[in-house]
């Protein structure tokens, strides 16, 4: 369905019956909720973040502001309480609506997330691929130097381990439906995205009160597992799983056992 929210709207994703969970989605990404993870009892609902499929583009757009779009989300569908989930570029935005949607948001699992650009102790380019840092760092740069960055062909290498191409010709090949079809009208919301994640978040992570699980792969070279463990350790009872061998992706291999855990909260 299409929120219409004054002069913009917002495309939304409901699918199945039982306890509603939120999905954000990375980047780039479409909202479709996870198939790979669908199961009796979980209503999944996503929507594209701004820019992206239906959603109208909101440039300068903070990592915060995907709180209030949830919570828009979530008044339209009549929820008062839901769990979040959230993948890559899709975790931020989800630690956001731990931060400040303390009163409906009952848990959050984050895969592979971001730690802030500003965290404090942390070396946050320590870590990353080549191509991953470069294109952050065009970010870091502004707005005019990551437009021209992606502008210039650069080819962007995922530089995936085997573990992750593995994951990918499984189940969550479904990723081949959710990628390619986001930058189908060029890569505005990609660097709505980049500059949100370098620039101040809007929130404390410290701040957050409800459940946290914090899933990461110790090879992942997309986010490197340094993020998890930052937040872990200022993120009030987080727990942080992790996994030995797994990369960007396939520490989605443990998303079935981070749902239960969600799920029992």
């Known amino acids: 369905m ?20 939120f999905w954000h989605h990375g980047t780039p990404n479409l909202g479709l909720p996870p198939e790979p993870l669908f199961r009796p ?23 915060a502001s995907a709180a209030a779009d949830t919570s828009h989300v979530a008044d339209a569908l009549g929820l008062d309480e839901f769990a979040v989930i959230g993948h890559s570029g899709g975790a931020p935005h989800a630690l956001a609506c731990a931060a400040l949607l303390p009163d409906r948001v009952t848990a959050v699992v984050t895969g592979a997330s971001l730690a802030p650009f500003d965290a404090s102790g942390l070396a946050w380019f320590d ?20 437009e021209r960055y992606e502008a210039s062909g650069v ?26 079809p986001a930058l189908a009208n060029g890569p ?10 370098v620039t101040p978040w809007g929130f404390d992570p410290a ?6 699980l914090l899933l990461h792969g110790d090879r992942d070279g997309i986010n490197p597992p340094s993020h998890s463990q930052w ?16 990369g960007h992706i396939s520490v989605l291999d443990h998303a079935d056992a981070a749902l239960d855990w969600l799920l029992a909260r």
Request: proline share 7%; glycine share 12%; aromatic share 8%.
């Open 2 to 21: 299409d929120l219409h929210l004054g002069e913009r709207r917002l495309h939304v994703y409901d699918v199945g019956e039982g306890v509603p969970v």
């Open 41 to 63: 009892g979980v209503r999944w609902v996503s929507y594209d973040r701004p820019g992206y499929g239906g959603s109208t583009a909101v440039p300068g757009r903070t990592v």
């Open 127 to 146: 870590g990353m691929v080549a191509s991953a840092e470069a294109s952050l760092r065009a970010a870091a740069a502004g707005r005019a130097a990551k």
């Open 155 to 180: 080819e962007y290498d995922m530089e995936f381990s085997e573990a992750d191409l593995a994951t990918l010709r499984g189940p969550w090949s479904w990723f081949g439906k959710v990628v390619e």
């Open 188 to 197: 505005g919301p990609l660097i709505d995205d980049d500059l949100a994640y």
């Open 207 to 212: 701040s957050i009160r409800v459940p946290v």
């Open 231 to 246: 937040l872990a350790s200022r993120i009030p009872g987080a727990e942080l799983r992790l996994t030995p061998g797994d």
